[in-house]
T-cell receptor, first 115, second 110 residues
Framework: GAGVSQSPSNKVTEKGKDVELRCDPI?????LYWYRQSLGQGLEFLIY????????KSGLPSDRFSAERTGGSVSTLTIQRTQQEDSAVYLC?????????????FGPGTRLTVL | KQEVTQIPAALSVPEGENLVLNCSFT??????LQWFRQDPGKGLTSLLL?????REQTSGRLNASLDKSSGRSTLYIAASQPGDSATYLC?????????FGRGTSLIVHP
């Protein structure tokens, strides 16, 4: 595709429910990132995938959060037993492997609201 | 640990002014620095990327400079327009995980 896409664009859920957020990166991009942006806050790194390497999960805030990337392309971020503090915009970005020259391309985000 | 600071946090100017947004970082061992724009309710759009070996990049009315030794970057916006209203973020990449500043919220009023 032409850019990074995310779905759904908005998700409203009840506290305690599980949610899945999807990211389709730019074709050919080996690196994929998930970030969280809370109201008035900066971008919080969550998880990083690079090719077939083990993901860097160091940013995940709790064991309720998990993510996978199938076939080196589409990624799903899962939040189990959602809490109100999980309400935020979840952003996905992809880039090529060259750290010096690569640009991060962001998707439009998924706005999650936990009631 | 890399820390990125953006000053000012918010800025409101009349149309036509030339602007300077500042980004400072604590660790000069970086691969690149990137400036993004974020419109309300949207994702981030890349504006300019400056590699560590470069001093500046230009795109239209935008010019970004990088001084690694002092840990500073500036984004210069010439002849500002209401359509430039957005939040501007800088991101420093010293490893595969970039560090973002909290942004400068810009309003350009007619």
């Amino acid at each position: 595709g032409a850019g990074v896409s995310q779905s759904p664009s908005n998700k409203v859920t009840e506290k305690g429910k599980d949610v899945e957020l999807r990211c389709d990166p730019i074709s050919g991009h080996t690196a994929l990132y998930w970030y969280r942006q809370s109201l008035g806050q900066g971008l919080e790194f969550l998880i990083y995938f690079q090719g077939n390497s083990a993901p860097d999960k160091s940013g995940l805030p709790s064991d309720r959060f998990s993510a996978e990337r199938t076939g080196g392309s589409v990624s799903t971020l899962t939040i189990q037993r959602t809490q109100q503090e999980d309400s935020a915009v979840y952003l996905c970005a992809s880039s090529s492997e060259d750290l010096s020259t690569d640009t991060q391309y962001f998707g439009p985000g998924t706005r999650l609201t936990v009631l | 640990k890399q820390e990125v600071t953006q000053i000012p946090a918010a800025l409101s100017v009349p149309e036509g002014e030339n602007l300077v947004l500042n980004c400072s970082f604590t660790d000069s061992a970086i691969y690149n620095l990137q400036w993004f724009r974020q419109d309300p309710g949207k994702g981030l759009t890349s504006l300019l990327l400056i590699q560590s070996s470069q001093r500046e990049q230009t795109s239209g009315r935008l010019n970004a400079s990088l001084d690694k030794s002092s840990g500073r970057s500036t984004l210069y916006i010439a002849a500002s327009q209401p359509g430039d209203s957005a939040t501007y973020l800088c991101a420093v990449r010293g490893s595969y995980i970039p560090t973002f500043g909290r942004g400068t919220s810009l309003i350009v009023h007619p």
